[in-house]
């Protein structure tokens, strides 16, 4: 299955991402983000940053999920390599999402590809079907 | 949805179903269709659905659908009746431009640009990811959050004078750091004095045509071929997140129910809520003040190191994009406060009114609009019909037509940079890929946005200015 896909979007950066839970969907979405500033892929994993957040329903779940990738590279200079441990649990009438950010520091070097600079509620779709959950997102640039 | 013509450059959605009134569009034929090519009018038409909405949802020239709200649009709320929305302001808040002119012209500049650019690329940190060269504490932040600009030139950025060629001198006096959060503070500390990335950029330009010879003269416009400089950034981090934040606690407040789209989320413009959005925007817009400051004050010193003087550098005006305020406007013939909302659109006031400089007041307000990148730019003044025509305002650049990932496909950074050059215009840019998503073809052509501008009412050509050098995060 892919874990995501980059759409095009008149002004900013849009993509869908995959998981066969939603879970992994939200997990793949993070990384679906940070593939817009960055490779993801080339980061070594040097940093773990324990990440929580609560929402009234999935999207703004969604939304402060990957606000904190944004955030995490803005104030510690973190870029996202991988997600772990990802959870999603509903806890009085609201949802809470824990997850683990496995990552390094931007250096001097790092290609930056682009930069996001806040999450939106703009064509947000967060749907299940027969094979599994699809995310949907833009996200200002 | 239906869409009446009212004149060449004017068009309407009727009041109908939820609309509480109806929706204006200024543009031409050709600018329509890419208007109706997006989400724009559905926008337009949500936005008139909105209480206290006063007279009509505007939507300017240069228009394209934004989140809730259309980017190029206008909607003034009754402040007891009425709401505040950061989907209304935009998350960038105060984006908007400022352009200093000065005493050279085009030859006592050429081949001196690449030198200019370098120097300023060294004091102005711009891209993804760079930090400001000024460290700060954030108990300075608080202050530059409450007095904007004022802060800036009190602490040697720049000069008083500059504070009164400012949109509100500089500084809304509502702001209030208390509303700040943590998160947004701490954005806000590493990129203060940064430019900033996407299509944010700084351009020293020549005068290519003078319009209207007497308003020049009052701005400070000498002749074609005099070199200005033009930068276009906004809060950075820290108003994005503000807007992030304000969103989340509306919803938490109020819901989401009943929203035909969520970045439409309100408060009651006089709900504790939406005073406490109003003050901590209001801090934003004060950030970006002195961030303008700060950047402009650098760009002088480094025209006085690589040409020897900074000498005529006299800011002509500096204007917002991206913000929500008080104005005194005539709705049903007595005069209202009314929280104006403008989201890639810029206030436009003609002569007489008290929010222009004084310098100015006879002429009306400068009105700056950036063209794309290696395109032209455009000074304009404000008129007084502009008031009724959309609470004075106007278009505030032109809008991307193309997205940032087919622009990649179809352009090159070095091949643009190389075209560039061939016109005579140096560019300089931390990143190629940048460039090419800020490729001209990627906008719409702002020469017939002005020209709509203008033949609507909402503004009055003084002059246009072209590129020499770029810098671009």
Known sequence: MEKYRILPHTADGKFRAFGATLEEAFAHAALALASLMWD???????????????????????????????????????LLGSVEDLTIGEEAGAFRLRAVFRGGELRPDTELLGGVKAVTYHEMKIEEDGCGWTVQAVVDM | MELKRIDETTWEIPRDGAMRVPARIYASHKLLKSVQADQTLIQARNVACLPGIQRMSYVMPDAHQGYGFPIGGVAAFDPDEGIISPGGVGYDINCGVRLLRTDYAAEDVAGRSKELLAGIFNEVPAGVGKSGVTKLSPGVLREILVKGAEWAVENGYGTAEDLRMTEEQGRMREAEAAGVSARALERGLPQIGTLGSGNHFLE?????????????????????????????????????????????????????????????????????????????????????????????????????????????????????????????????????????????????????????????????????????????????????????????????????????????????????????????????????????EEAAEAYKDVDEVVRVSQAAGLGRIVARVVPIGVMKG
């Open chain 1, 40 to 78: 993801w892929s080339k980061v070594e994993p040097a940093m773990s940053l324990e990440v929580e957040v609560r929402g009234r329903d999935r999207e703004q779940l969604l939304y402060k999920f990957l606000e904190e990738i944004i955030v995490a590279f803005e104030t510690r200079r973190f």
């Open chain 2, 204 to 436: 020293i330009q020549k005068v290519d045509r003078i319009l209207d010879p007497a308003a020049a003269k009052t701005f400070g416009l000498a002749a074609e071929g005099q070199v200005l400089v033009m930068i276009h950034c906004g809060s950075r981090g820290l108003g994005h997140q503000v807007a992030s934040d304000y969103i989340q606690a509306m919803e938490d407040v109020f819901g989401v129910e009943g929203l035909p789209d969520r970045e439409l989320i309100h408060a009651p413009f006089r709900s504790p809520l939406g005073q406490s959005y109003y003050r901590a925007m209001c801090a934003a817009v004060n950030y970006a003040f002195a961030n303008r400051q700060m950047i402009a004050h650098r760009v002088r010193g480094v025209f006085e190191k690589v040409l020897g003087s900074a000498a005529g550098m006299r800011q002509i005006y500096d204007v917002c994009h991206n913000v929500a305020k008080l104005e005194n406007h005539i709705v049903d013939g007595r005069e209202k406060s009314l929280c104006v909302h403008r989201k890639g659109a810029t206030r436009s006031f003609g002569p007489g009114r008290r929010e222009v400089p004084e310098a100015y007041r006879a002429v009306g307000q400068p009105v700056i609009i950036p063209g794309s990148m290696g395109t032209a730019s455009y000074l304009l003044v404000g008129t007084p019909e502009a008031e009724a025509l959309s609470f004075g305002s106007t278009a505030h650049g032109a809008g991307r037509v193309m997205s940032r990932h087919e622009a990649l496909r179809r352009f090159r950074g070095e091949r643009i940079r190389e075209e560039l050059a061939g016109r005579g215009i140096e560019l300089k840019a931390t990143s190629w890929k940048g460039v090419a």
